[in-house]
């Protein structure tokens, strides 16, 4: 079975400054997908980022990139110049290949941008 | 435009009634999927189909039916079964088949509220 925790609930960050939000995963494949989705208050699941666990190279979308530590089991989202449109909710979710496309979620943090 | 549509945005249910929630897509997208999120949780999976006239159970199915007619169509019915049916659900559909397939798109979700 796959668990997906985020362990911050909450963040906030300043407008134009840096912020790290963590995901911890655990599965016992060794080929998976890792990603970060954001839902922000019209609650749209919008993809962030998308991470290949084969790939060492960390993945990086415009200002999101991510920190991806496969033995640590660690897969962190790092925003830089944080906009106002960036508040939302993030969720981290993992699927291993072939496992019929099913995504284990975490709970989510909520980022709060302030000007 | 090509995208996943959702309706209604909201919905009213009375005790004991069964109620249809629509999930379109015209993406060509060959699998799609039915998630529920509550508060403070992240999303859940009741069923999901790859191809016309098949689909599987996911984590939480009980209360909860399909159907897979149609490859743009997979309306999702919440039953008198469904003790607890109060959220928000959204629909996702994926290309099978391509470098992306384990991308899931969402649609806005659909509002369950009971009366």
């Known amino acids: 079975a796959q668990t997906v925790t985020q362990s911050q609930p909450e963040m906030s960050v300043q407008e134009a400054e840096t912020v790290t939000l963590s995901c911890t995963y655990d599965?016992?494949?060794?080929?998976?997908?890792l990603f970060w989705y954001k839902q922000p208050p019209s609650r749209q699941m919008i993809l962030v980022i998308r991470q290949e666990a084969y790939k060492q190279q960390n993945a990086t979308e415009n200002r999101f990139s991510v920190n991806f530590q496969k033995a640590a089991k660690s897969f962190s989202l790092k925003i830089s110049d944080s906009q106002l449109g960036d508040a939302a909710m993030y969720f981290c979710a993992s699927l291993p290949r072939g496992s019929n496309y099913k995504l284990t979620f975490g709970k989510g943090t909520l980022l709060t941008v302030n000007p | 435009d090509g995208g996943i549509t959702q309706s209604p945005k909201y919905l009213f249910r009375k005790e004991g009634q069964n109620v249809t929630l629509s999930c379109e897509q015209n993406?060509?997208?060959?699998?799609m999927y039915w998630y529920r999120q509550d508060p403070g949780q992240g999303l859940r999976l009741i069923y999901y189909s790859q191809i016309v006239n098949d689909f599987q159970k996911g984590d939480i199915a009980e209360g909860y039916s399909v159907s897979r007619e149609k490859k743009e169509s997979f309306p999702l019915t919440v039953t008198s079964a469904q003790k607890n049916p109060t959220a928000f659900y959204l629909c996702a559909s994926t290309k099978l088949g391509t470098s992306k397939q384990e991308t899931q798109y969402f649609g806005p979700g659909t509002r369950l509220l009971v009366l």
């Open positions: 993406l060509n997208h060959d699998a």
């Open positions: 599965t016992s494949e060794s080929d998976y997908y």
